[in-house]
T-cell receptor, first 114, second 113 residues
Framework: GNSVTQMEGPVTLSEEAFLTINCTYT??????LFWYVQYPGEGLQLLLK?????DKGSNKGFEATYRKETTSFHLEKGSVQVSDSAVYFC?????????????FGKGTKLSVIP | DSGVTQTPKHLITATGQRVTLRCSPR?????VYWYQQSLDQGLQFLIQ???????AKGNILERFSAQQFPDLHSELNLSSLELGDSALYFC????????????FGNGTRLTVT
């Protein structure tokens, strides 16, 4: 079946450090890939997405490239801020029988310290 | 604001009881998804409805059921509650097309004592 594996957290970085959160997936066919972010006490918010191989999703300084050859979708940001502290979820969407449900990784908690 | 509304925000109840969680999707979205988030299991897909009909089922227990009404709001019913059912329950909605992202509500935190 479909699955997503992302690096275990928590990750603690100093402000302005470089961020990478690894994400790999297993899926049949050609899924769409997403990163969602969850701030404390809130629901998940879409951060970025990519729908086909070599697509790069980007938003708010975050980037991720859909790599079919390595089945990966790593999240990166060049300079993190304290406000980026949250839990980040990698997810894939595979349309089967008209359902576009998301399969999530377990989440990576990021803490950015001043 | 995602446009998805979930009520109540918090629910505390005893084992063996039954509760109903409610979700109003974003305006125009026909699909509603329910997810359970717990510390040990992460985010688990429970069930999806599209325009009133069940579209997909995930890891949903037989004690749980859901439905989507003609006005597109959805309810998740949890019965014979157990301590292990304590979790955050999220509703999400989408337009139902390929590559449409899901938009999540802020969740209902259920505590079973």
């Amino acid at each position: 079946g479909n699955s997503v594996t992302q690096m275990e957290g928590p990750v603690t970085l100093s402000e302005e450090a470089f961020l990478t959160i690894n994400c790999t997936y297993t899926a049949t066919g050609y899924p769409s890939l997403f990163w969602y972010v969850q701030y404390p006490g809130e629901g998940l918010q879409l951060l970025l997405k990519a729908t086909k191989a070599d697509d790069k999703g980007s938003n708010k300084g975050f980037e991720a490239t859909y790599r079919k050859e390595t089945t990966s979708f790593h999240l990166e940001k060049g300079s993190v801020q304290v406000s980026d502290s949250a839990v980040y979820f990698c997810a894939l969407q595979y349309s089967g029988a008209g359902s576009y449900q998301l399969t999530f990784g377990k989440g990576t908690k990021l803490s950015v310290i001043p | 604001d995602s446009g998805v509304t979930q009520t109540p925000k918090h629910l505390i109840t005893a084992t063996g009881q039954r509760v109903t969680l409610r979700c109003s999707p974003r305006s125009g979205d026909l699909s509603v998804y329910w997810y359970q988030q717990s510390l040990d299991q992460g985010l688990q897909f429970l069930i999806q409805y599209y325009n009133g009909e069940e579209r997909a089922k995930g890891n949903i227990l037989e004690r749980f059921s859901a439905q989507q009404f003609p006005d597109l709001h959805s309810e998740l019913n949890l019965s014979s509650l157990e301590l292990g059912d304590s979790a955050l329950y999220f509703c999400a909605s989408s337009g139902g097309q390929t590559n449409s992202p899901l938009h999540f509500g802020n969740g209902t935190r259920l505590t079973v004592t």
